[in-house]
């Protein structure tokens, strides 16, 4: 009796560390319950495995979600971490397998539902996904998340029409959201509807200076029919997004169609410089033919 006193004292204070963020005297908290009650408090067990986690510290995060398993194997929180520890190691297969079996136990875990649809899209089960994602919307249908990312799998596959609907879902959930403005900007490219183009792309860059992908497509529209405007857009980017790779290789190939060589090789350097890997397509690109002739190419490339 006293021990369960005592035990529920420490459990309050360690939430309130928890919820406060302070997190190493919540560990301390939750290793005294952990120690009055000999190890089978599974809500001081769940927590020390999310705060380990929290810290990095992932193998002890799995022991202790593994102990909770031993003590109740219905625990659906202990699946659902350990299949969020697997996921972020890249280990699909597991974590997917972890998701399923937290799902089985409550079949409206939302959380479950939305990382086993992400972990079926990067492991490249794209129609699993779709029905996971679709699952997830049943649940919620006003999910912005489930909504762009189910658009975006469309998308891949050339479902426009659908990628469309679920863009403009998102987009009345979130109206200022960047990657959903982006995302419209990429379906009404494929639409062939340039001008609805242009502006989505704008409006995504106005809301989000530093996403780079936004200031590529919109400078892609541009490349032949204004070739300066495309480097203006290119050169924007690089102002505003640190490093980006491929805005200088691009920024070279629009250089080099105006016949700056010089100027296309200086980008080609940076590019280079920052992504090695670019040489080989560097070396095939026929855009880049008169670059590559350049004394000044050759000495670099000569190099790498």
């Known amino acids: ?32 319950v952990y120690e009055l009650s000999n190890g089978e408090n599974l809500e ?28 109740d194997d219905y625990e659906e929180r202990a699946y659902y971490g350990l299949a969020t520890i697997y996921d972020d ?12 079996k937290a799902i089985y136990i409550n079949p409206n875990y939302y959380a479950a539902y939305f990382f ?13 996904a779709i029905e996971t994602y679709k699952k997830l919307l049943n649940l919620n249908p006003m999910d912005f998340w489930a909504n762009l990312n189910l658009g975006s799998i469309y998308e891949e596959q050339n479902e426009n029409n659908l990628a469309y609907r679920l863009f403009s879902k998102a987009l009345k959930i979130e109206p200022n959201n960047y990657l959903a403005l982006f995302n419209m900007g990429v379906i ?13 792309y704008e409006a995504s860059i106005e809301r989000n200076s530093s996403y780079s992908y936004s200031y590529l497509n919109l400078a892609i529209i541009y490349k032949y029919k204004d070739t300066k405007k495309g480097i203006e857009i290119l050169s924007a980017g690089i102002n505003n997004c640190s490093e980006v790779h491929f ?29 090695p890997k670019f040489l080989k397509y560097i070396l095939e690109d026929e855009e880049l033919k008169k670059v590559r002739e350049l004394d000044s190419f050759k000495k670099f490339a000569m190099f790498k």
Request: net charge neutral; with cysteine; hydrophobic share 40%.
């Open 89 to 100: 190691e890249g280990q699909y297969e597991e974590a997917i397998n972890l998701y399923n």
């Open 247 to 275: 805005l200088y290789y691009n920024r070279s190939c629009f250089y080099a169609l105006l016949n700056e060589e010089n100027k296309a090789c200086e980008d080609i350097i940076v590019a280079l410089k920052l992504y």
């Open 188 to 200: 009404y490219s494929k639409f062939n509807m340039i001008e609805k183009a242009i502006n989505f």
């Open 44 to 71: 001081a067990l769940i927590n020390l495995a999310l705060i380990y986690d929290s810290l990095e510290k992932v193998e002890k995060a799995k022991e202790y979600y593994r102990k909770a398993l031993s003590i």
């Open 1 to 32: 009796m006293k021990n369960d006193i005592q035990i529920n004292r420490y459990l309050e204070k360690a939430e309130e560390a928890f919820n406060e963020d302070k997190l190493i005297k919540a560990l301390n908290l939750y290793n005294k």
């Open 116 to 128: 086993l649809a992400n972990a079926y899209d990067v492991s490249g089960k794209k129609n699993l």
